[in-house]
């Protein structure tokens, strides 16, 4: 029978974690602090490369932390899978983004698990974070461990713990974060939630994977059923003559019953956008619905399509031909505080007004260029020298000065926060 401590001091023990993104980097630097030496895994040498300079999404005092890490060698990295064999628990912390078509797109799960799978050894604790479909941990992990002779609870231990990371949130740091884990059976969670007891603010235990990857869904499609209605109800407020924000301010006040969500141009990013899909998916597959769900992603997905649509309707109101218009995008990272354009809605907003005719530019410090339709856009280092026809707000990063704004012709507000000036339109 294999066993594991339940100490959560992890001084003395190897811990491998399997890709170093926005959850496996901030992953790995807890576990360090927690006196563990952690095997960064990942296949992309260019990662590698930004990990060891720094050049990565991390908070400054997480930046420090990473610089100390490398530097004493309590952050090993390396992009040969071979060092999963050194170790005593294997964290996987690998993307689950959608196809084109917004299909779960499992491929780099599968081949990190298999990874895992292949180079498994008696006694070890692995940990699934992955956002996916239930049953995936007992899918990708607990049966082909099985069919090696590996058992789990027997020979080696495996749990589900969803990652809970907030990019460039210093409220939400992963230590202040409580934890849900799901094992595949009690040695397993308890050896799970003792590899992740320092790396969170507590460990909520729950009896199985699927359960722990069911709560992961739900947190998400609930963010993201609430936004979409949340965008709804702005656009009621607007076609009332009201201002969306401060109706929401004084919705917010209610102490019970009610969380404020916030409008916006769409949802970007590697959850909300993404998660709900893989649980639409596994139930079309058993022939179910989930009507409102189903509405409220379509909802989201075409928000972009509505905001370009009414900066299309300002330049026409204004008199201003969209062929050859000057239109700047404030922030095409996908939230505040980070670099990630994935799924950022400013990347749809930019090629639809582009397609329309229109001449799009874009200012965020964070992204100095981005790829959009086999071509590079730039970022603007100083938007105040051009005299644009239309100025779109849709991520202000901090810091950002817009003080400038109070001189342009027309601004659109995608945020509804009323924090910008002028504030002369929201979307």
């Given at each position: 029978m294999v066993r594991q401590g339940t100490d959560a001091d992890l001084t003395g023990r190897t811990v491998a974690v399997v890709g170093l993104g926005y959850v496996g980097l901030p992953t790995a630097l807890g576990l360090c602090e927690a006196g563990a030496t952690v095997l960064g895994v990942d296949t992309s040498e260019r990662r590698l490369r930004d990990v060891r300079a720094g050049a990565v999404d991390l908070l400054p005092a997480q930046l420090v932390r990473l610089a100390d890490a490398t530097a004493d060698d309590a952050l090993r990295l390396t992009p040969d899978p071979a060092a999963l064999r050194e170790a005593d628990a294997v964290v996987v912390c690998v993307p689950t983004p959608l196809t084109d078509d917004r299909r779960p797109d499992l491929r780099a799960l599968r081949s990190a698990c298999a990874s895992v799978v292949e180079r498994a050894r008696a006694g070890q604790l692995i940990?699934?974070?992955?956002?996916?479909?239930?049953?995936?941990?007992?899918?990708?992990?607990?049966?082909?461990?099985?069919?090696?002779?590996?058992?789990?609870?027997?020979?080696?231990?495996?749990?589900?713990?969803?990652?809970?990371?907030?990019?460039?949130?210093?409220?939400?740091?992963?230590?202040?974060?409580?934890?849900?884990?799901?094992?595949?059976?009690?040695?397993?969670?308890?050896?799970?939630?003792?590899?992740?007891?320092?790396?969170?603010s507590r460990i909520h235990q729950v009896p199985d994977p699927e359960t722990a990857e069911m709560a992961k869904l739900w947190e998400n499609t609930f963010r993201a059923v609430n936004i979409a209605l949340a965008n709804e109800l702005s656009d009621a407020c607007r076609a009332l003559g009201?201002?969306?924000?401060?109706?929401?301010?004084?919705?917010?006040?209610?102490?019970?019953?009610?969380?404020?969500?916030?409008?916006?141009?769409?949802a970007g990013g590697h959850c909300?956008?993404?998660?709900?899909?893989?649980?639409?998916?596994?139930?079309?597959?058993?022939?179910?619905?989930?009507?409102?769900?189903?509405?409220?992603?379509?909802?989201?997905?075409?928000?972009?399509a509505r905001v370009a649509g009414q900066a299309l309707d300002l330049l026409a109101t204004r008199g201003v031909p969209v062929a050859g218009a000057r239109v700047l995008v404030i922030g095409v990272a996908y939230k505040e505080g980070v670099s990630d354009v994935r799924e950022s809605p400013a990347l749809r907003l930019i090629g639809l007004l582009t397609s329309a005719g229109a001449d799009v530019s874009y200012s965020d410090p964070l992204v100095p260029e981005v790829a959009l339709d086999g071509?590079?856009?730039?970022?603007?280092?100083?938007?105040?020298?051009?005299?644009?026809?239309?100025?779109?707000?849709?991520?202000?990063?901090?810091?950002?000065?817009?003080?400038?704004?109070?001189?342009?012709?027309?601004?659109?507000?995608?945020?509804?926060?009323?924090?910008?000036?002028?504030?002369?339109?929201?979307?």
């Open positions: 940990v699934l974070t992955s956002t996916s479909h239930v049953g995936t941990t007992r899918e990708l992990l607990l049966r082909p461990l099985a069919e090696r002779g590996l058992v789990a609870e027997e020979n080696v231990l495996v749990a589900f713990a969803p990652e809970r990371i907030d990019p460039g949130s210093e409220r939400h740091l992963p230590e202040n974060t409580p934890r849900v884990v799901g094992g595949a059976g009690p040695l397993s969670t308890r050896a799970a939630a003792a590899l992740l007891a320092r790396t969170a009201l201002a969306p924000a401060a109706v929401l301010e004084a919705a917010a006040t209610k102490p019970y019953g009610f969380m404020p969500f916030y409008p916006g141009p769409g909300i956008p993404c998660d709900p899909h893989y649980l639409l998916a596994q139930l079309s597959g058993r022939q179910l619905s989930a009507p409102l769900v189903t509405t409220a992603m379509d909802a989201l997905a075409g928000r972009p071509r590079t856009v730039r970022h603007v280092p100083d938007p105040r020298a051009v005299p644009w026809d239309l100025v779109i707000v849709h991520t202000v990063q901090p810091g950002a000065e817009l003080s400038w704004l109070d001189g342009a012709p027309c601004v659109l507000d995608t945020r509804h926060r009323g924090t910008v000036r002028p504030a002369r339109v929201t979307a």
